[in-house]
């Protein structure tokens, strides 16, 4: 049973324009919110982080949005650019619990020249 | 700081071959995870730790898999006797009582 997701697995973009990246939750007991981004051959590295206390969360061209009552979360990226071509997870916690990362899938973003 | 860092990047093995995976987290972190990336299941936690205590193990698949972390600085994942199901990328994070974890860039297993 998937508790995070991500339902669209690839993504392609123009560059310059906006990239909007989705992601479900089920567990209402989530409060913490994660992006990750990841190339190839590398591990995936920490982006973007969103308490359940607020909606939004920005840091210079990434803003993440939380919508509690709907359970979703997601990543705009404005203006993209082809260095932001990655898989992008979506990650969730319970309790500010260290531990527990609950991961989506991922979604494959191509920012097209 | 050098960041995770894992080893071997890649492993090749015959089914039924021992396999440990190495990882050194990044120092002063207190927490250590092990992850299993696949097509199929996306990235499922295995094992973490927290001031080298196993804290959860609940995601380690079947009594194959075994975790130990002797001190703050290293970690081992083994696999025995391996299957070719075990192939994956399997990932090193670490993190700093908070709930950003640094990866390492993994370790591609293979067993034939």
């Known amino acids: 049973d998937q508790q995070v997701k991500q339902n669209s697995p690839s993504l392609s973009v123009q560059e310059g324009r906006i990239s909007i990246l989705n992601c479900d939750y089920t567990?209402?007991?989530?409060?913490?919110f994660l992006w990750y981004k990841k190339y190839p051959a590398e591990g995936p590295t920490f982006l973007i982080s969103?308490?359940?206390?607020?909606d939004k969360n920005e840091d210079g061209r990434f803003t993440v949005f939380l919508n509690k009552s709907a359970k979703h979360l997601s990543l705009h990226i404005v203006p993209s650019q082809p260095g932001d071509s990655a898989v992008y997870f979506c990650a969730a916690s319970v309790g500010g619990s260290q531990g527990n990362l609950i991961f989506g899938k991922g979604t494959k973003l191509s920012v097209k020249p | 700081d050098a960041g995770v860092i894992q080893s071997p990047r890649h492993e090749v093995t015959e089914m039924g071959q021992e396999v440990t995976l190495r990882c050194k987290p990044i120092s002063g972190h207190n927490s250590l995870f092990w992850y299993r990336q696949t097509m199929m299941r996306g990235l499922e936690l295995l094992i973490y730790?927290?001031?080298?205590?196993?804290?959860?193990d609940s995601g380690m698949p079947e009594d194959r898999f075994s975790a130990k972390m002797p001190n703050a600085s290293f970690s081992t994942l083994k696999i025995q006797p391996s299957e070719p199901r075990d192939s994956a990328v399997y990932f090193c994070a670490s993190s700093n009582r908070g709930l950003e974890q640094y990866f390492g860039p993994g370790t591609r297993l293979t067993v034939t």
């Open positions: 730790f927290n001031n080298n205590v196993p804290i959860d």
């Open positions: 567990n209402s007991m989530f409060d913490y």
């Open positions: 969103i308490s359940s206390i607020k």
